[in-house]
């Protein structure tokens, strides 16, 4: 099978071989017609200078003939009519003439030799056919050459995919190549794509190093309060463990089926203001989830979602609030927009532009968690299709903005 650089030096030299065909026949031709051209002027002077002879003197000279019985039809009938002429006939004998009518229906005529291939034409078209094969040739070396470098660059960039494939670390030196060509510009995605992967497998790292520390703490707790049963203390402790890796656990699984992407959304048209207050009724008494009002800004609108999982969402948004903000939380239903607002600190720089990360909670002092409620709330977003954003509110405090796709219309009745 050819290669690369075959195919390119292949292309690029047929193109070049048509280019030099095309350009030689031109030429050809070109010179053909001036070659007729001048040699159909000659005969023309030539025929002016005899038929000043013979109007002067009656004689026929420089070669004119009177009433040619050879002269061509074309230029026969062309004289015929008053009009003097030129003409080149083909056949066995080739010629150049010249005719024009002297009076009383007499014809003075002259010709000349006219032979297919004139040894000027023939040099002219040898130099042509050498300097299209060696143009030819001259490209097809130009053509490997570039092919060469181009199937170079690329099997760096290939052997670099392969190395990352296997484990490697990206080549950014194998990569990122000068230029701004498709190649580069492979290389360049290529190593963004190896270094996204990259710091995804090394997340993934941090996820499971994370997770086994987590799981850690509530086990030992477990170990420990076990050994002094059975005290009520000890119940209590374990009870309280027990719960902590229940929460932990299902977060964890909720998580991984998200990232996986098997979850799909269940959605049904519902009046999101009714919506929102039965999720904060339901929440209240929840994860310290307590002091928080509603507002419906505008009429209450029709939205096509899954309840239960903008249920999730609004309850993990509260949870956060309610344990790393300041009440009274707020909650603006407007349109198809859901905003949710504390009056605390805000959010952590990092996480509004960078959005939540998993076991990244806020500072100490704003409290406790695996900081996973957000991240399972912007997932959650992501399968319903809508989008959920962090940011601070006027006057300060946290604010997340869920917007929700508007339900479609009904079908109008035919």
């Not at 650089?5 to 193109?15: C, T």
């Not at 009433?67 to 056949?91: E, N, Q, W």
């Not at 003075?108 to 130099?127: E, F, G, I, N, T």
Request: net charge neutral; proline share 5%; glycine share 10%.
């Amino acid at each position: 099978m050819m290669g690369i650089r075959g195919r390119i030096a292949l292309a690029l030299s047929f193109v070049t071989a048509l280019a030099v065909v095309l350009l030689g026949i031109a030429v050809h031709h070109i010179s053909a017609v001036e070659r007729a051209r001048q040699a159909q002027s000659y005969q023309d002077d030539l025929l002016s200078s005899a038929l000043q002879v013979y109007q002067r003197d009656g004689l026929l000279a420089l070669g004119a003939q009177l009433d040619d019985s050879t002269l061509p039809v074309p230029l026969a009938k062309r004289v015929a009519k008053g009009r003097p002429g030129t003409y080149i006939s083909d056949g066995a004998d080739p010629r150049v003439w010249a005719a024009t009518s002297v009076g009383d229906g007499k014809v003075l005529s002259v010709s000349a030799p006219y032979p297919d291939r004139d040894p000027l034409q023939k040099a002219l078209d040898k130099a042509l056919l050498v300097a299209g094969a060696a143009t030819v040739a001259l490209m097809a070396v130009v053509a490997w050459f570039v092919a060469q470098s181009l199937s170079r660059r690329l099997r760096r960039s290939a052997a670099a995919a392969r190395r990352i494939a296997a484990g490697g670390a990206p080549d950014a030196e194998a990569l990122l190549t000068g230029g701004r060509d498709e190649v580069a510009e492979l290389g360049r995605s290529v190593h963004h794509m190896a270094a996204s992967l990259a710091a995804r497998v090394e997340a993934e790292r941090e996820f499971t190093a994370d997770v086994a520390h987590e799981l850690r703490t509530p086990v030992a707790g477990l170990v420990a309060s076990a050994e002094l049963l059975p005290h009520p203390r000890a119940v209590e402790m374990v009870r309280e463990r027990a719960q902590t890796m229940r929460s932990l656990v299902e977060d964890l699984l909720e998580v991984s089926r998200l990232d996986s992407g098997v979850e799909r959304a269940q959605l049904d048209p519902v009046e999101l203001p009714s919506l929102v207050r039965g999720i904060v009724k339901r929440a209240r008494g929840q994860r310290g989830v307590d002091d928080v009002s509603v507002e419906v800004v505008g009429e209450g609108r029709i939205v096509a979602t899954d309840a239960r999982r903008v249920e999730r969402i609004l309850v993990n948004i509260l949870g956060n609030a309610a344990k790393h903000g300041k009440p009274p939380i707020e909650i603006r239903v407007e349109g198809t927009r859901i905003v949710v607002r504390d009056h605390g600190g805000g959010y952590p720089p990092e996480l509004v532009d960078q959005g939540p990360r998993r076991f990244r909670t806020a500072a100490p002092e704003r409290g406790t968690g695996h900081g996973l409620g957000l991240t399972i709330a912007v997932g959650q977003a992501v399968v319903l299709g809508a989008s959920l954003e962090f940011g601070t509110a006027e006057g300060g405090g946290a604010q997340a903005i869920l917007d929700l796709p508007e339900a479609d219309p009904p079908a109008a009745d035919v």
